[in-house]
């Protein structure tokens, strides 16, 4: 099994930044792209962004060039940068994972809370 734990939600002022992590422990070699997904209060999940194992990253429209996500293979995590945050990036932000081996395996992390809010 693969365990993925995440961290840095909090609270922010709009335009401000933050950085979540998600760190992958367990059978990581089974890892293909990694990436985080959010649900806000009331409304389903969506994709944020993803990116694959070779680095190759993959955004939502909404958060194209305020959002950076960014992989270390060596050390199992994955972080997204965000900037210019808006009130409506409030959301509960999961980090998820791919399996390499079973294409209808994926792994979720428990989430982290993002507030932005004045």
């Known amino acids: 099994q693969v365990q993925l734990v995440e961290s840095g939600g909090g609270l922010v002022q709009p335009g401000g930044s933050l950085t979540l992590s998600c760190a992958a422990s367990?059978?990581?070699?089974?890892?293909?792209?990694m990436g985080w997904y959010r649900q806000p209060a009331g409304k389903e999940r969506e994709l944020v962004a993803t990116i694959t194992s070779g680095g190759t990253p993959n955004y939502a429209n909404s958060v194209k060039a305020r959002f950076t996500i960014s992989r270390d293979n060596a050390n199992n995590t994955v972080h997204l940068h965000m900037n210019s945050l808006k009130p409506e990036d409030t959301a509960i932000y999961y980090c998820h994972a791919d399996d390499k081996y079973f294409a209808d395996k994926e792994y979720w992390g428990k989430g982290t809370l993002v507030t932005v809010n004045p």
């Open positions: 367990g059978i990581t070699f089974v890892i293909n792209a």
